[in-house]
């Protein structure tokens, strides 16, 4: 075993000493600072555990069972997994975070629930596998990106049975695995698509995520539609339409918030705001993936002068009529599994329609101009979807 591997697994089993030695955790860690290879990782985890202290004279509570976790991740998990291929290496480093942050977090509030803590080890295992990989600074972004995650859902909520929790995230594995191997997505949004998916099933129920996964599923088949003659006019995907974190986030952040704000709140606004977001998602990718083999030529919708196939802000009829019907699959989707009635459909219908052509007025104004991405333009389109459901729902 190498000098550093040892010394992280060293790091990680100072997490079992933390319900003792609490902040004067941080005397060991200063002697590890001499330690060139685990320095960085040594001061991240000395800074958790002065931010904790300090937080305890405030109204705010970092709870250490919280901070015992995010010891795990970047030392035993990361030391464990390191040595297999990159997806392997995700889900080993998952399950290296439970089993070892598990008891970790259990001697340091032996009061928690067990399903608390499992929910908790699973989520801080994700988000430190993914910013394992999205990160240069991962010795720094790990530890606390992950315990930021973690502190973020801390508060008390309802979950259900350990088993259920279990299944919840085999299920969203199995999804996430299907994807890869379809090669509709990499690592990373795999990754990102297993933690939405455990958020939205556990704070909002299975219907919610299968609009999800109705958009996923059609967003990736329809990548692949006319592929080669896109990839002729250079307007193709990347990566031969394999999907990245940003394209999962900028199109699922907005109905991931809808979702935990429904399972906090219990509101129904926040469904129609979900059923707006996720219509706009669906109705803009199916406007962008067959509007562009349309024979016809774009306009721009600002001024309905002909551009080039391609240019952010140009439609075309067969785009439009693809975005309502994608926008309307989401509906019928609704409908089908009895999460809402007619009112449910005409408001994915309206608010998908209107999202995607929202997405096209923010390329033309501001992608263009290089004041947006393409992912920031999807982010601020399924807010404005998210917003005319919710609206409608409250006016219907």
Request: aromatic share 12%; proline share 4%; glycine share 10%.
């Amino acid at each position: 075993m190498q000098r550093e591997d040892a010394m992280r697994l060293a790091l990680g089993a100072l997490a079992f000493l933390l319900p003792v030695t609490g902040v004067f955790t941080a005397i060991f860690l200063a002697v590890c600072l001499l330690h060139r290879p685990t320095r960085m990782l040594s001061a991240s985890l000395i800074l958790l555990l002065i931010l904790r202290e300090v937080l305890t004279y405030t109204h705010l509570d970092l709870p250490m069972y919280v901070v015992a976790i995010s010891f795990i991740p970047p030392t035993v998990a990361h030391t464990v997994s390191k040595r297999f291929q990159q997806l392997a290496g995700s889900f080993i480093y998952i399950m290296a975070t439970v089993a070892i942050g598990y008891p970790a977090a259990y001697l340091s509030a032996p009061y928690l629930l067990q399903e608390k803590i499992l929910f908790l080890t699973i989520l801080g295992g994700l988000s430190g596998a993914f910013l394992q990989h999205v990160s240069r600074e991962m010795d720094f972004t790990v530890p606390f990106g992950a315990c930021m995650v973690m502190w973020l859902f801390s508060f008390e909520y309802p979950l259900p049975e350990l088993s259920n929790i279990l299944m919840i995230y085999m299920f969203a594995v199995l999804l996430g695995v299907g994807a890869y191997w379809a090669k509709a997505a990499d690592v990373d949004a795999v990754l990102s698509e297993v933690i939405i998916c455990i958020l939205v099933v556990l704070f909002a129920g299975l219907k919610w995520f299968l609009l999800l996964l109705t958009f996923y599923l059609l967003g990736g088949a329809f990548t692949r539609y006319g592929y080669s003659y896109k990839h002729s006019l250079g307007i193709a995907q990347e990566k031969c339409g394999v999907r990245g974190y940003k394209n999962v986030y900028s199109n699922s952040l907005v109905p991931l918030v809808a979702a935990l704000c429904y399972g906090i709140y219990s509101n129904e606004i926040f469904f129609y705001a979900f059923l707006g977001a996720v219509a706009t998602a669906n109705g803009d990718t199916l406007a962008s993936e067959i509007g562009e083999t349309s024979r016809s030529r774009p306009r721009m919708i600002t001024t309905l002068k002909p551009v080039d196939p391609g240019v952010d802000g140009g439609v075309t009829p067969l785009g439009e009529m693809a975005s309502l019907a994608g926008a309307a699959v989401i509906g019928l989707v609704a409908v089908a599994t009895g999460m809402s009635g007619a009112d449910g459909f005409m408001i994915a219908l309206t608010s998908g329609f209107l999202g995607s052509n929202f997405d096209s007025l923010m390329g033309a104004v501001f992608q263009r101009r290089g004041l947006l991405t393409n992912n920031g333009v999807n982010l601020v389109a399924t807010l404005f979807g998210g917003i005319v459901g919710a609206l409608m729902g409250v006016l219907i």
